[in-house]
Antibody, heavy 117, light 108 residues
């Protein structure tokens, strides 16, 4: 069974940093493209960024609102992808999901990030 | 970046109704389009990819069509489990992804 589990969400002050983790199981993690998608309270889905598998270059892409502040990395030996979030803003408050694939056939349950003073 | 516009934003319907949701892209995206269903408190669930391919396990009352800039998601006969919010998404391997703003289907 494919599973994705996010962790690391917390209450953080504006300007702070946070690192989210996504752990996968039940599939060949090293071959998977992993994206982060967020959802602000009561709002729609917003794609945050993606990391390709290392066989496909391991490159990353980001949405404009997070470019230069967020970084995605992967640690395939532990089936993990990380989302490093720096210089957090109140508008980054959201549930953060990780999801697999070119289109997202599997999703985690999400982790809540609240940016507030 | 490519913009995706869904309509309507909210749709009220009854059990058994045929429901159609439209998604328009700001430029041609061929058939690089997916549809998701999301229920409150849950992660989204993939329904359709490549504009018209039904994801495994998704009921056949769901169908997708379109190419280029205009796409539709159709529910042939609305069931109680289908009251949810639906999102379209443009995807590809070389540029940012974009979601539509969502269409909430509620009970009439």
């Amino acid at each position: 069974e494919v599973q994705l589990v996010e962790s690391g969400g917390n209450l953080i002050k504006p300007g702070g940093s946070l690192r989210l983790s996504c752990v996968g199981s039940g599939f060949t993690f090293s071959n998977a493209w992993i994206s982060w998608v967020r959802q602000a309270p009561g709002k729609g889905l917003e794609w945050v960024g993606r990391i390709k598998s290392k066989p496909d270059g391991g490159t990353t892409d980001y949405a404009a609102p997070v470019t230069g502040r967020f970084t995605i990395s992967r640690y395939d030996s532990e089936n993990k992808v990380f989302l490093q979030m720096n210089n957090l803003k109140t508008e980054d408050t959201a549930i953060y999901y990780c999801a697999t694939g070119l289109f997202f056939d599997y999703w985690g349950q999400g982790t809540l990030v609240t940016v507030s003073s | 970046d490519i913009q995706m516009t869904q309509s309507p934003s909210t749709l009220s319907a009854s059990i058994g109704d045929r429901v159609t949701i439209t998604c328009r892209a700001s430029q041609s995206i061929s058939t690089w389009l997916a549809w998701y269903q999301q229920k409150p408190g849950h992660a989204p669930n993939l329904l359709i990819y490549k504009a018209s391919t039904l994801q495994s396990g998704v009921p056949s009352r769901f169908s997708g069509s379109g190419s280029g800039t205009e796409f539709t998601l159709t529910i042939s006969s609305l069931q109680p489990d289908d009251f949810a919010t639906y999102y379209c998404q443009h995807y590809n391997s070389y540029s940012p992804y974009t979601f539509g703003q969502g269409t909430k289907v509620d009970i009439k």
